[in-house]
């Protein structure tokens, strides 16, 4: 039951980037709100200090 | 030529992490150590590809004319009819709520799980993740390791601006 509610939450994620796909002009990509955040730089460091503490969480404890 | 040896040098540190055990003052100094490299590898490739460091525009290009980078003119943007510019606007707009609205639902259902036991039977996002890149699957985990250090060359550069 809980492991569907993450199946529902994905299904929602792929749909925004298939919709995203199918309009192409608008509809933004999951790459396009990347790249939007990377163009600043308090985005960036938001970005990589995500991305540190990811590979901390997954790999060093 | 310089990518293709992080690439090499990323799989070669993400096998020996990979086998390195979690908690560990080991495991923590090597990725940070991973992660710093990449940050600063990252500068310099992004410092490389700047137009005034292009090695097309230094190299010495044997009698044609030299065209600097920067007086190239850009592509004009088409013109939009009205219209389109307004649909094209909104359905922008309720593209970013979508992607609020799935992103919101994701962060609920783990903390939905993240404040249920057991973990069992409430899997957070690092539990599942955890079946498949635990300690016990080195070359998942190993693999894993490397889309990691490859990450952080992207996200830490500013996007290239299209012409």
Redesign the interface.
Known sequence: M??A??V???V??V??EV??RT?K????T?AG???GA??HVAG?LV??IG??W???????? | MVTSALVVALAACGWFVAAMPPFGVESSAATFSVAAAMLAASAVLTDRSRPAFDLRVREPNLGQPLVPALERAPARAPACVPGETISDTSLRLRGMIAWLLAVLLALAVELWELFHAPRSSYPTLSSLANEVLGPGHRIARAAAFMCWGACGLVVASRPRRRA
């Open positions: 809980n492991t509610l993450w529902v939450a994905a929602a994620l749909m925004c919709a995203s309009f002009r608008g509809w933004p999951a709100l990347l790249g990377r163009g960036r970005l990589v991305w540190v990811l590979g901390w969480h997954v790999f060093a404890r």
